[in-house]
């Protein structure tokens, strides 16, 4: 036997020490849910604000600024998110006994950064919506097309170039593989630094994508009146 066999081998997952998908995959589908909870209201707040055609009125009482607009409506779904963020790092874990192997306090850093990141896309896609029910209809049927896409349940290099691209603008994507990182591989800043750059960089488009959205709908609104 030892002839016919002379390397035994150790085989042992390094990151899902547990060896379950099921532990794998229920701590990214709670972090999808999250996020796109985030995205959903985000969008319904700004269309709600299209079908009572109030964006003029908006503007009038943030004095026409912008900041003052997203700040006003970001900073409480801020506050709300990173509430839910401390009890999902902190007790779901612990719930589901899942091993944490790095920073709690990096992913938490990255997980704000994230939260302001996704309240941007979330505003945009609500200046595309009439009605806020069609803007929930459109964004409940894309959570799962996003979280397929963001590499976290198969693989992205197995993805057609076409599909990596269009994952590689979704703010998710680099977060699940910062996730990943930090969480299942006991990864710090190093390595994680790059993704937070995308996600920097990602969010900076959206603020400039947003301004002109809502520069355009506010001139539609004073040509109407």
């Given at each position: ?34 996020q796109q909870t985030l995205v959903i209201a985000a969008a319904v707040s700004i269309a709600n604000e299209r079908e009572e055609r109030s964006i003029g009125l908006l503007f009038h ?90 590499g976290y349940s198969w693989p992205q290099e197995a993805f057609p170039e076409l599909i990596k691209i269009m994952s590689y603008m979704l703010p998710q ?53």
């Amino acid at each position: 036997l030892s002839l016919a066999n002379p390397i035994q081998f150790d085989i042992r997952c390094l990151f899902n020490t547990t060896e379950a998908y099921g532990d794998f995959i229920i701590v990214g589908l709670l972090a999808l849910i999250f996020q796109q909870t985030l995205v959903i209201a985000a969008a319904v707040s700004i269309a709600n604000e299209r079908e009572e055609r109030s964006i003029g009125l908006l503007f009038h009482k943030a004095s026409g600024s912008l900041f003052k607009i997203v700040t006003g409506k970001g900073i409480l779904y801020f506050i709300l998110f990173s509430i839910y963020t401390f009890f999902f790092f902190n007790f779901h874990f612990l719930l589901y006994k899942i091993p944490f192997n790095g920073s709690m306090f990096l992913l938490t850093v990255v997980t704000q950064i994230q939260i302001a990141v996704l309240f941007l896309l979330g505003c945009i896609i609500g200046t595309f919506f009439r009605q806020k029910l069609f803007a929930l209809i459109f964004l409940a049927f894309m959570s799962y097309p996003v979280f397929l896409l963001s590499g976290y349940s198969w693989p992205q290099e197995a993805f057609p170039e076409l599909i990596k691209i269009m994952s590689y603008m979704l703010p998710q994507t680099w977060y699940f593989n910062i996730y990943v990182s930090i969480a299942q591989e006991g990864g710090g800043l190093p390595n994680v630094f790059p993704h937070i750059v995308n996600i920097l960089c990602l969010g900076s488009v959206f603020a400039l994508i947003l301004w002109l959205r809502m520069m355009s709908l506010h001139k539609k609104t004073c040509i109407k009146n």
